[in-house]
């Protein structure tokens, strides 16, 4: 009887990352034990004891015993930034060595015509070497996060896809839970930032001439270049004239949308961050004020829609002005929405998108249950290279949903300043990376985007349209992080492997939110050797996960000769 669970030897100061790396690659797996016979063993360190496995993968930018053994040279290489894989350049943001053999080897991965990893046959046992810290990786994107130039690069699924088909290139049966709910390819989460409810809270400030100048002389520009159409240009004319109805409460305010959205996103549920307290800037992280930050409404101008909101089901929630640096701020942020609303507000994103190394913590002692800040004020993308929610390190409760489009990043002019047909190709590529890995695609488009001068309804109505499309289950923050809990608490109770069945035993701890179920894939790749990532005569299984507290999965092994 061998345990089809992944063993795992790593330094302990690591176990907390690994655990972590298990749930977002949901696959069988415990910290390697010496009694116990394993499949596959990923190691991280000079084993202390001799690895018996079918296949080993070791990953270390250091040399390590395994290396002496079988010549494997292993040299740090100060000028390689990441590596290639499939079509993508994966970033490296620890060190990155040249790993090589002196027999035969199989080159799996390189950077600039360098191998950083090879796989060899060793009597029998196929080891895969690979010239980085796989855990030391994930961790640098889960809690500090990489920089916008590598905003298109989902590094985190790239290493779980590259771990998976190391598994699958040589027949061994790969079981997991994916990041889907049954039936879809991904989840798409729509968000709105309330940074403004209404112009008429705006008295000749800097956000009206503001909005008088790209109004009047940029929409002329943006019409020549047919970002706008005709109808479009006029709107944006007609509203300035408006303006002193609007003061004179004779019209309706042009910047109020917030029926409008929920008309355009029905029947799906989206989730409003609301700025709690008027004229309070907050600080950044050198204690210095913006007082462009600040609100120019109070909740008290929006309490009746917010209400209706919330009683449409759409969920209101915490944009923070404080709270990603103070606790007793985050508290009292949390409790003005709350109170406000009339039920609890436990998601956040911070307006600004402000942070630290410490924001977490700070979050989970006011109460909040998951943040939203994770995503990029100049690109879109994955700042935590991630289509999943996940928990950061140090904490216990809360959840980071990582946000990847917003609106402002594709279009404002000291931005991305993407025209409509440029930004689409964007966002299809991140839809198309959405359906290959699974997660969620989080949409961050602002509650006054739909009106003039913006007017950025018609790309939010197409992005709307390709997640459709794209087969997506469609819904609020809370409801996407609340699927991803459950999926937590689904365990691999024991997972054996017997003559030519595997026996799973599944322990669910929970019922799936709102009927979207989880389930467990089963593939089997192709028991010959061949170049990754192409997977030939894989086998692909789907099990449907039901409410019961337990059950039990038997599947039959097609094994072939490596």
Known sequence: MTNAKIGVLCHPLEKEIVREFFELFKTPWEFAVPEEQYEVVLSTISEPFPIAAKVVLYYSSLPLEVDNLHQIKVIERQDLDGFGYDTYHVPAYGKLSEVGEGGDSIEIIHSNDVSVGIYIDIRGQAVYRFGYDLFEEIQFLLMTGQSSSHALAPTVELHIELLRNCLLRIGIAVI??????????????????????????????????????????????????????????????????????????????IWDKFDIYGDMESPYKSTFFVLPFENRPGVNAFGEID???????????????????????????????????????????????STIVGEAASGVRMHWLYHDEDTFSQLEQAGYSYDSTGGYNDAVGYRNGTTQVFKPLGVSQIYELPMHIQDTSLFYPKRMKLSNVRAKEVCDEIIAQAKKFGGVLTISWHARSLAPERLWGRFYSWLLERLKVNNAWIGSAKQIVDWFKY???????????????????????????NDRSAFVKFQQGNPFLSNLPVIENMETERFMITDENRQVISIALKRGER
Not at 490 to 499: E, L, T, Y
Request: glycine content about 8%; overall charge neutral.
């Open 291 to 337: 007082k462009k930050r600040a609100a120019n409404y109070s909740l008290e101008n929006i309490a009746s829609k917010l209400k209706k909101l919330s009683q449409q089901g759409m969920e209101i929630a915490v944009h923070g002005i404080d709270a990603w640096r103070d606790v007793e701020a985050g508290s009292l942020e949390m409790e003005r929405i």
């Open 487 to 513: 999926r937590r608490a689904i365990q691999f109770h024991s997972v054996q492997i017997v003559g030519d069945e595997i026996r799973i035993e599944i322990e669910t701890n929970g019922v799936a939110p």
């Open 176 to 253: 997991e839970i994916p990041p889907v709910p049954a039936g879809y390819s991904f989840f798409g989460c729509l968000t709105h930032d309330v940074d403004f409810a209404g112009i008429r809270y705006h008295k000749l400030g800097h956000t009206f001439w503001g909005f008088v100048y790209r109004s009047l002389l940029l929409t002329p520009l943006r019409f020549i270049q047919r970002e706008l159409s005709i109808g479009e240009l006029f709107q944006n004319w007609w509203a300035v004239i408006k303006l002193p109805f609007i003061y004179l409460g004779m019209a309706e305010d």
